[in-house]
C-alpha cells in the first residue's frame, strides 16, 4: 500500500514538474548555429534571382527578382550544408502596385 502510494507521488511530482524542462514542440535547434543571413530580417540582392513557390530547384518559377530587389526574410529552411532556402517577401510600395501581384516566395541561399 505504501509503495504504491510513493510511486503515484513520484508519476504525479514528474508529470506536474517534468514538462517544465522539456522544449515546446520536441526538439529545438539552436537558430545560431545556422547563421547564413547574419541574422538580418531584410536583404538587398547583388544580382539576379530566382523566386520558386517551394525551396525545391525544380519548383516552379513565380518570377526573376532584379539585381538590388529588397527582400524582406521570414524563414530560413536549411536543407543540408550545401542547400539553404529562404522564405522571403517582396518590399515594394503596396498602394502603387497591383494587390494581385506576387510578394512571397522561397529563394536558394
Request: glycine share 6%; with cysteine; proline share 4%.
Amino acid at each position: 500500500m505504501i509503495k504504491n502510494v510513493i510511486k503515484n507521488i513520484c508519476l504525479i511530482g514528474f508529470a506536474l514538474i517534468g514538462p517544465i524542462t522539456l522544449p515546446a514542440g520536441g526538439i529545438q535547434r539552436n537558430l545560431n548555429e545556422y547563421n547564413i543571413l547574419n541574422s538580418s530580417k531584410e536583404i538587398i540582392l547583388s544580382g539576379n534571382c530566382s523566386l520558386y513557390t517551394f525551396p525545391k530547384i525544380n519548383a516552379k518559377k513565380l518570377l526573376v527578382l532584379d539585381t538590388g530587389s529588397s527582400l524582406s526574410v521570414l524563414q530560413k529552411w536549411v536543407v543540408n550544408e550545401n542547400n539553404t532556402w529562404a522564405r522571403v517577401e517582396l518590399l515594394t510600395n503596396r498602394f502603387i502596385e497591383h494587390p494581385n501581384t506576387t510578394k512571397r516566395g522561397w529563394i536558394k541561399i
